[in-house]
């Protein structure tokens, strides 16, 4: 089992950056991980996964804008935001899966405002 805790969330305006990232409390190495997010009212979707291997994913929202990248020695994985739009804003989540287990981290909140 491993613990997830996301930071780097915040209020920025549009055209704006920030980086995610999820510490974990044990190795992730063997663990596909992933950011996902949720905006209110709507169902939490992911963004961009990495697995274990390192080979990504995105979603097409967030193509050539987002990138997601893992630390193994630090067991920490990232999510740079670059472009932010408004309607990135949501509640972003931190995931890790091995063998049809799934963890997840308690969120961080992205506003993305003028």
């Known amino acids: 089992q491993v613990q997830l805790v996301e930071s780097g969330g915040g209020l920025v305006q549009p055209g704006g950056s920030l980086r995610l990232s999820c510490s974990a409390s044990g190795r992730i190495s063997i663990y596909d991980m992933g950011w996902y997010r949720q905006a209110p009212g709507q169902q939490r979707e992911l963004v961009a996964s990495?697995?274990?291997?390192?080979?990504?994913n995105y979603a097409d929202s967030v193509k050539g804008r987002f990138t997601i990248s893992r630390d193994n020695a630090k067991n920490t994985v990232y999510l740079q935001m670059n472009s932010l739009k408004p309607e990135d804003t949501a509640v972003y989540y931190c995931?890790?899966?091995?063998?049809?287990?799934?963890?997840w981290g308690q969120g961080t909140q992205v506003t993305v405002s003028s």
């Open positions: 990495i697995t274990r291997g390192g080979s990504t």
């Open positions: 995931n890790a899966g091995f063998l049809g287990s799934a963890y």
